[in-house]
Structure formats: C-alpha cells, structure tokens
C-alpha cells in the first residue's frame, strides 16, 4: 500500500496533470485514488455541460458518517504556463529544496498536504467525527460549476459541512504569517457613454462623449469610499480602460468606453454600490450612457472563533509564529462556503503562484502538512 503521510509524492503527482482550467488532464483521478486507499467514500461530481459550459469536474470525499464534518476545500485547475520557465511546468521536480510546478502552491501543493495529514491521523488515532474534501477544477476560471454547484449537491441530499478549511495560498512571504477569515467583495464595470460622431473642426455639429465619460470616471474616484472597518482595509476602485476606438486624429468619437473594479468591505454590498454610482453618473448633465456590473463575490467576514483559533494555535505550534488574522487579496470559493458554514483559509507562501517557475520549499510542505494534522487533532467540536 502507498505510504500517503508524506506530502511530496502526491504533490508531484498532481502537479503533472495539466490541468489548466477548464480541462482536468486527470488530476482528480489521482487524488480520488489517494483517498479512496485512505478509506474515504468518493463522489466524481461534473457539472457544466447541462448548462451548455464546458464540462468542469469535480469531487467530493468524506471519511466517516457520524459526527461533525470537518471539510477541506480546494481546486486542481491552475491558471495557464505563460512564459519564462526554466523548468518543465508540469514536470514535478525537486530543484534544490523546492518542488517546481504549475500549481505547487496554488494549490496542488497544499492538497497533498491535507490528505498526508489525514493519513497520519489514520495511523495514529483516528478522526473524531467526519472529515470531507470538497476539490473543484473551476475555481481560476469562471467558478460556475464548481464549489457552488457540489454545495448545491450536498444540499439537496440534506449533508451539512460544520467547519470548513480552504487551502489557499495565504502567506506573503513566509509560512504562518496570515490566515483568511474574511475577503472583500469584487465589482466589475463597464460604462459606456454615448454621444455624436463629428468633425474636429465643428465640434459645435458633434456632441463628444469623452468630457462626460472623464467627469463621471472622477466622481467615482475622487474621494475615498470609506476609511475601512475593523478587519477590512478601505475599499478600493481601479480604472482598468478608457477606450474609443478612434483611430483618426479628425474625428469626434460617437461613443465612449471605460472598465473599473471596486474592491469593497463589509460597509457595502454589491447592489449599494450600484446605487451610488448610479447616482454619481446621472447628476453628470446631458447625454445618455449604460452602465453594465457584474458582482464576483460579495464581502465576508467568519468572525474570530474557535476554527480561527484552531488554525492560529497550529500554525504557533508548529513555525512559532502568531498569524494575523487577514482578509485581504483577492477572491477565492470561500465566498460560497461562507454561506454553508464557517469558513477559514490557510495555506502556503504564495510569493510565485501564477508565476513562471511557481514552487514551494519542501519544508513549507512539510510544515503545512504538520499544521493540518494539528487542526485536525484538535478541531473543535463546535467551531463557531
């Protein structure tokens, strides 16, 4: 029988699956053969395709039946290779002291680490209650049919997740610095503003959207949104394009185009961020304009309790260091989970995700593996 304790077979192993999203290239074959050897009931969960998407897999595994039902929450799909790799990108090396791939630390890495903790559960004591994976290969791309949709599956069948673990990378630049109890939410805008086309030389004929589409992008950005609240920096907006299409030097553009994201706390929510920049653009005189936006993730918060509390003494028990307890960065599935059940996140450095040459130290594997098998020891019954 393989020996699953040790995280770095089953790293490589994944990391040799190409599986860019939405394609799986049978990486959770290989998970789903690790932890069926360790007992666990597993469910090959695909979705998309009654949708008319592209077909994204996904797993569910749970050892145990009674008890509380501890889950592990993760993605196999990795963003593209891009360029400027000094090593095969799905080669699984061991360079030195570090384990090269794409998806080493986002997050192929942090799964082996899991399942190595909870082989050496097994064959010490055994878990408590219930221990779950819940593994999507949607999570870098649209995250349709993914975490979402199994939710939706473990719902319907009246299963219930009691505390949830995700294994995002969470630390800047060193093994135990952060872990996630909360992230902002994310909008995207598309504004377009309409006017005339016409003449350079009779702009009086034209009516030039480009005045009103600037005054409208300041008065969003002018002033802060807000200050910030107790575990969230201020929110943000970011202009990502301003575009008209003109090619000519002569002619007034007939219309106008600008993209922003706001990246927003818990003082807002997507639709009263709607409002209030509905309200800026129209007290912008004259013109007409549309306005498209599009909600990725709502603001969250899973409050300081005993699952943070589990993970802050593992991660001090093991790397000696006492974690913030952070929501910044990006999105990531806890933002579905949250609505399932408290929801905290832990995982590797992630200085190279998305990178050329993304790698994790060895021993960063071993001490995340180590910081798993202590929450799992001692995970409260009741986390929150």
Not at 95 to 107: V, Y
Not at 108 to 130: D, H, M, N, Q, T
Not at 282 to 288: H, L, R
Not at 363 to 373: F, G, M, S, V
Request: net charge negative; with cysteine; proline share 6%.
């Amino acid at each position: 029988m393989t020996d699953y304790t040790d995280p770095l077979p089953l790293a490589q192993a994944l990391i040799r699956r190409p599986s860019v999203t939405p394609a799986d290239e049978g990486a959770l074959a290989v998970l789903e053969q690790a932890l069926a050897a360790l007992g666990f009931a597993c469910t090959r969960l695909p979705f998309g395709e009654d949708a008319g998407r592209p077909r994204i897999e996904n797993l569910y595994a749970r050892l145990g039946g009674n008890g509380e039902n501890f889950c592990f929450a993760g993605h196999t799909d990795v963003v593209p290779v891009g360029t400027g790799w000094t090593v095969a990108p799905f080669g699984g090396e061991v360079i030195g002291d570090h384990l090269f791939g794409r998806g080493a630390t986002d997050m192929k890495g942090a799964i082996a680490g899991f399942v190595a903790a909870v082989a050496r559960l097994l064959s010490a004591e055994g878990p408590g209650g219930s221990i779950s994976l819940l593994i999507t290969g949607d999570e870098e791309g649209r995250a349709l049919d993914g975490t979402v949709r199994v939710l939706d599956w473990l719902k319907a069948r009246g299963e219930r997740l009691d505390a949830c673990l995700v294994g995002e990378p969470t630390n800047p630049r060193r093994l135990g610095e952060a872990i996630k109890i909360g992230r902002r939410g994310s909008l995207n805008g598309r504004l377009r503003v309409l006017g005339a086309q016409g003449h350079t030389a009779y702009p009086h004929l034209a009516d030039n959207p480009l005045p009103r589409l600037l005054d409208m992008l300041q008065s969003a950005i002018k002033e802060p949104l807000d200050d910030g609240s107790e575990h969230f920096q201020p929110s943000t907006v970011a202009l990502t394009s301003i575009d008209v299409g003109n090619g000519a030097t002569n002619v007034i553009p007939g219309e106008a185009r600008a993209a922003f994201n706001i990246r927003f706390n818990d003082r807002h929510s997507g639709r009263s961020l709607e409002n209030w920049l509905r309200r800026k653009f129209d007290a912008i005189s004259g013109g007409a304009y549309e306005l498209e936006i599009e909600v990725s993730g709502e603001s969250f918060l899973t409050p300081p309790c005993q699952l943070s509390e589990a993970i802050c003494n593992a991660v001090r028990e093991v790397t000696g260091l006492t974690p913030e307890l952070s929501t910044s960065g990006g999105t990531s599935d806890a933002r579905f989970i949250k609505d399932a059940c408290p929801v905290a996140e832990f995982g590797l450095v992630g200085q190279t995700m998305h990178k050329a040459d993304e790698r994790v130290a060895l021993a960063d594997l071993e001490a995340l593996t180590r910081i798993y098998h202590h929450v799992l020891r001692h995970s409260p019954a009741s986390p929150c």
